[in-house]
Structure formats: structure tokens, C-alpha cells
């Protein structure tokens, strides 16, 4: 039988958006298919089927299920009078007309949909018709294969109460909204989980208070329903490798989340040293790495965050890529968080992002492989639930004009209180439709004449930036992947950010300005740009002047 798919809408229904998309997936996975048009009529169809003598033929119908019941009647009486029962019969319609259609006992499948264009794509990649025996690939790699050309779905969750989040990773495990549940342990947690130092008046706060392994294996078993959502966990800020082998054996950690140069005194998130936290941060890659986990080391967002400007962004998105190959790391989780800072405007964002992807993505070889993960910046959601609900859309629309891998929703009521199940089942929905509408074809925003000279603009600064922290150790093997080099380029202010103001284990002199929708280092006295290259020259020339007279 050819692998040809045959599709018409019968009777007198003329909607053909439905079938046309389906006959569209079915292009994208190798078939060949012919559209026989609206308002079929059974005989007609029937007539083509015999000719064309197709593998799977696509019935839909979206007005009245009466009067539906009568044409599949008529059918079902052709397929038998004409030996057509071999054939794979597939309906698509309204709830109401689907019911009609499963009722019918024609149909091998039947999609009204509740379960999204991945259940078409499964149908069509020859998976389970039925939706309740779907074997759910339970690795990211997998996951992304599974539902390629869409993004897979992540939201973090977590409750101030663990019996509370124990709950609610059940309700969105069996609502199947969700291909990766993020939990989000409260800091207790992530700092005092091994050493028991806990501060009780801080319990929940960010996040729910895991406080023994059995926490972690109840969370586990309660998402093993509705489409067995991946788990992973944020990393510790203290005991790291203790804390990833607990994560690994008790929810098999989806993916670890690493920072470079973050989780320590810069950010009053644990006790380490900058220097002591980039080399134990090194080998929580490579330990990973050696064990075939993914991993996302969530580096540049945290510069942008406290409004480093744009090259810091893109350079620290470099490094972090760069020090994930170093360390053995194969499947890369590059994330991309737009719309930070808030005010930057939607090309100058873009611009960034391609300008990371360029030149992470000239690291890709047989054994490193980036995947694209997307996100909206907390910060630029707005305490108005309405408005925030058209943030998180917009956000979601920009971001697929990178064609991510994985879509980090981040639950629009996040500025308002933490996202509780519904809240998350909701926010996902805003953005699958979103994505959905996208893949039907959206403009090449990629190829803007501003974005392209913004991000060409960029990688010629970034390149400026990496060539200067290599300068510090002229004489080291790897300066890019060496942890007192990269310390020392924050201690000198190379790496900056204005949030970093008087803290000692940075410059923090850092001034930027967001112009025209970029953001930019910046000086206020002389109210100008400072192109990077003026300004690494003048750090340089102060660090080594001080050399010399130390």
C-alpha cells in the first residue's frame, strides 16, 4: 500500500482548515496526500479511494452530529460493499461530531482536539491510536524527538507546602499540559538540605520545603499519570554533588541547571567563593556529563537580570556554552530568556538572541549538541492579570522565531503570587495556542535589516570582550575555562552588572542605559554609548597599571 494519506471534508461541510493542517503534519512525516476539497459526498470519496488506493483516508465533519449519523452510515455501508475495511479510516471534528464518529466503529483514530497536534503527530509517526496507551519517551532527547516541530513544555512549580505541590503535580500530570514539571525547592533547601541549617522563618519561600528524599520520591510518584511529565530540579547552592545524586536517583533529573559563576557570594546564594564556585560548578558538568545527562548552565540571564548590557549577555552565553563542551557535556540546554531587561524592545531582544545562537551554535560538533530553550523574563510581567496574560502571548510569539526545542512558560500570574496548578494549566494553554498559530507560518523576523546590524554589532563586541579576558593569562591553556582567569574578570569589572554595586567580590561600576531598545554600557557624565572597546581598554589599562605598582 502506498504511503499515501487521502482527506476530504463530507456531506455538506465546508470547514477545511482541520483537514488541510492534518494533511500538512502528514506532509512533514514523509506522506504524500491529496485533498479531495469541502463538501464531499460519500460517493465521491469512496470513487477516489479506489483509485488512488491510499494507506490512511481523513474523514472530517463540524456541523450537526444528526446529521452526521447518517452519513457515516452511508459509509460504513460503502466500505463494505466495496472491500475497503484494510484501510486505516481517520476522523477529525468537534467533540460532539467525534463522539458521533468513535460511536461509528469506523475509525482507527479520532481527534477532536483535547489533546493538541502532538496526538495527530503520534498518529501519523505510527504511534498508539489509542490516547491512554501512549508510551511517553521519559528522556529530554526523546521528548524533543516525540514532538518535533513543537517545542516541548516546561513550567516550574512549587508550592510553600509540600502536601499542597504533591497535589498539584498530579493535577497537571493528568491534565497532560506539561512534557517537564520544573520543581522549585524553597532556598532552605537548595542551601541547607544536607547540613539541616535551616532558617524556619524562611520555610516556602520560593519554592517548597523538600526536607528528606522521600519528599522528592512522593513528588515523583504523584507525576507518574496523564503523560508522565518529565521531572528536574533547580540545583543546590551548597553540597552540589551530594544534592545532584539525590536528584538523579529520586526524580531522574531531566536535565541539571548549572551555573558558571552564580550560586555564591555574588548573589548571597551560598557560601563559596567566585573562584571555588566556577571550578566545583565545572566538575557538577562534567559529573553529569559522565553520566549522559543534559546540561543547561543558566549563566547569562543572571547578568542581563541585574542589567549588565547587551555584550556581557551574549558573552556570558558563550562562556557558559564554552565551559559545558570543555567539561565533556553532549546535549546542551542553551536558554534564552527574552525581555531582559524589561524595557528592551522586541528587535534589539531578538538581535541578542540570534547573536547568542551564532556563535553558541559554532561550538556544535558530533559531540555538542545545542538545543534551544526559550523563556519571558520574569520582570517584564506586569501585577495586572489581563495585561500579563498578553505579555506572556507576545513574549511566546517573539521567542518562536528562534525555533526552540523547549518552551519554558512562565506562569503569567507570577508578578501577582505563585502559579498554582490551574494557574499553570492556564498559562500553558495561552501559550500552545500561540505556538500552534506560529506554525502555520509567521513572518521571517529573523531577516529585519535592524535586527541583522544589531546582532552582527554584537558578536563583533562579544569577540572583542573574549579576546580581552583571554589577555589576563596569556600564559594559560584555556583562559576561557579557567576559573581564576574568569573570577578575575569579574573582579576587574570585564563581567559586570550595576546590581553588583558594592559587593566585594565584583567592580560593580558597571553603568548602562537602554537607547532605541537596546542596552547599552553607558556614561552619564559625558552622556554617551561606550563602545566595548573603549571600555575594555580602559579596564585593562587599570589592571594593569595596578599590577605594576603592587
Request: charged share 25%.
Amino acid at each position: 500500500m502506498k504511503r499515501l494519506i487521502v482527506a476530504a471534508a463530507i456531506g455538506n461541510c465546508v470547514h477545511v482548515a482541520g483537514v488541510y493542517n492534518f494533511l500538512k503534519f502528514a506532509e512533514q512525516q514523509g506522506y504524500e496526500t491529496i485533498f479531495l476539497g469541502p463538501a464531499v459526498p460519500i460517493k465521491k470519496l469512496i470513487e477516489a479511494v479506489k483509485k488512488h488506493k491510499p494507506s490512511i483516508v481523513g474523514v472530517s465533519y463540524r456541523l450537526t452530529p444528526s446529521a452526521l449519523e447518517k452519513l457515516l452510515e452511508e459509509l460504513k455501508r460503502e466500505i463494505e460493499v466495496n472491500n475497503l475495511q484494510h484501510i486505516r479510516w481517520v476522523f477529525g471534528g468537534t467533540e460532539p461530531t467525534a463522539d458521533v464518529a468513535r460511536r461509528s466503529g469506523i475509525f482507527v483514530a479520532v481527534f477532536d482536539g483535547k489533546n493538541g497536534d502532538e496526538a495527530t503527530i503520534n498518529f501519523l509517526r505510527g504511534g498508539s491510536t489509542n490516547h491512554k496507551q501512549r508510551v511517553f519517551a521519559d528522556t529530554l532527547i526523546g521528548r524533543i524527538e516525540d514532538k518535533f516541530p513543537y517545542p516541548i513544555i516546561r513550567h516550574h512549580f512549587g508550592l510553600p507546602s509540600l502536601e499542597d505541590t504533591i497535589e498539584g503535580v498530579k493535577k497537571i500530570a493528568e491534565a497532560e499540559i506539561l512534557d517537564v514539571i520544573s520543581l522549585a525547592p524553597d532556598q532552605n533547601a537548595q542551601e541547607h538540605f544536607f547540613d539541616k541549617k535551616y532558617d524556619k522563618s524562611l520555610d516556602g519561600a520560593g519554592g517548597v520545603p523538600i526536607r528528606k528524599e522521600e519528599d522528592l520520591i512522593r513528588i515523583y510518584e504523584a507525576s507518574r499519570r496523564g503523560n508522565f511529565p518529565l521531572l528536574r530540579c533547580y540545583s543546590g547552592t551548597n553540597d552540589v554533588f551530594k544534592m545532584a545524586e539525590m536528584l538523579l536517583r529520586t526524580i531522574h533529573n531531566a536535565w541539571a541547571a548549572i551555573p558558571l559563576s552564580w550560586y555564591n557570594v555574588l548573589d548571597g546564594r551560598g557560601p563559596r567563593d567566585v573562584n571555588t564556585s566556577i571550578r566545583e560548578n565545572q566538575q557538577l558538568m562534567k559529573w553529569h556529563a559522565e553520566r549522559g545527562v543534559p546540561v543547561e548552565v543558566n549563566e547569562p540571564h543572571h547578568w542581563s537580570l541585574r542589567d549588565a548590557h547587551d555584550v556581557i549577555g551574549v558573552t556570558t552565553a558563550y562562556l557558559a556554552a564554552y565551559n559545558a563542551k570543555k567539561m565533556g557535556v553532549k546535549d546542551y540546554v542553551a536558554q534564552f530568556m527574552f525581555n531582559v531587561p524589561a524595557s528592551i524592545s522586541p528587535k534589539m531582544d531578538l538581535a541578542k538572541m540570534l547573536a547568542k545562537i551564532e556563535l553558541i551554535e559554532e561550538l556544535q560538533d558530533e559531540n555538542f549538541r545545542v538545543i534551544r530553550q526559550a523563556r519571558a523574563g520574569l520582570a517584564s510581567f506586569p501585577t495586572d492579570l489581563l495585561e500579563a496574560k498578553g505579555q506572556l502571548a507576545s513574549s511566546a510569539y517573539l521567542s518562536m522565531a528562534i525555533r526552540p526545542h523547549i518552551y519554558h512558560v512562565v506562569g503569567y500570574c507570577e508578578a501577582h503570587h505563585a502559579a498554582t496548578p490551574e494557574d499553570i494549566i492556564e498559562s500553558v494553554k495561552i501559550v500552545k495556542a500561540v505556538i500552534k498559530n506560529s506554525m502555520f507560518g509567521m513572518p521571517d523576523l529573523t531577516q529585519d535589516k535592524e535586527v541583522i546590524q544589531r546582532k552582527e554589532q554584537l558578536k563583533k563586541e562579544t569577540r572583542i570582550l573574549l579576546e580581552a579576558i583571554k589577555s589576563l593569562a596569556p600564559y594559560s591553556l584555556d583562559p576561557l575555562a579557567d576559573p581564576d582567569v574568569l573570577a578575575l574578570a569579574i573582579k576587574i569589572g570585564l563581567l559586570d552588572a550595576p546590581h553588583l554595586k558594592g559587593n566585594k567580590y565584583a567592580k560593580g561600576e558597571l553603568q548602562t542605559k537602554v537607547i532605541d531598545g537596546a542596552c547599552y554600557a553607558y556614561d552619564y557624565e559625558k552622556h554617551r554609548i561606550i563602545p566595548e572597546e573603549e571600555r575594555v581598554e580602559r579596564i585593562l589599562r587599570e589592571y594593569e597599571k595596578s599590577a605594576i605598582e603592587v
